[in-house]
């Protein structure tokens, strides 16, 4: 069975409540799953086996939410190569910006450049298609959950 620590960036709530179900699921499937809002590199740090699942929306025109971009902005100035390191990323965001889902776009960009493996395809989560995330998210999950 997997650890998944699911860091989480919200703005209104809709992250933090996929995140929420998600973890729900992964449990009841036997995983371990802890949710990180405000998350640190030493998070990560103190959990080398625990696979990332980061769950993020998008604000302003692109910008990460404030409580997912000082782990963003520590990963980028600090850059620890992670090759050991599995993730995945839901992307939550509204496809009437020309800014879809950027934040997830730039987490997922960054495990990359740090090496980091992904699990799957992101799941990019749009609110002009999907008055509910959390379905959505969990519909991906129970695919996603088979390669942990
Ligand atoms: C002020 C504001 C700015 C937003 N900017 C973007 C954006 O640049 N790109 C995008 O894809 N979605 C954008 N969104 C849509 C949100 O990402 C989307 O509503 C998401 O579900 C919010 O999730 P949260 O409640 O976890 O923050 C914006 C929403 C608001 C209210």
Redesign the pocket.
């Known amino acids: 069975m997997a650890s998944v620590l699911l860091v989480?960036?919200?703005?209104?709530?809709?992250?933090?409540?996929?995140a929420e179900e998600c973890a729900e699921l992964l449990r009841s499937a036997g995983h371990e799953a802890d949710i990180v809002s405000n998350a640190s590199v030493n998070d990560l740090v103190v959990r080398p086996d625990a696979v990332v699942l980061a769950c993020?929306?998008?604000?302003?025109?692109?910008?990460l939410?404030d409580n997912i971009y000082p782990l963003v902005n520590e990963l980028r100035e600090t850059f620890p190569l992670m090759p050991e390191r599995r993730y995945g990323v839901i992307a939550?965001?509204?496809?009437?910006?020309?800014?879809?889902?950027?934040?997830g776009k730039q987490v997922d960009e960054l495990f990359q450049e740090l090496q980091a493996k992904r699990i799957g395809e992101v799941l990019f989560?749009?609110?002009c298609e999907t008055a509910d995330?959390e379905g959505t998210a969990i519909e991906w999950l129970r695919d996603w959950m088979k390669a942990l």
């Open positions: 989480v960036g919200s703005v209104y709530g809709n992250s933090s409540s996929v993020t929306s998008t604000t302003g025109q692109g910008e939410p939550l965001g509204d496809s009437s910006y020309e800014t879809f889902a950027d934040a989560i749009d609110a995330p």
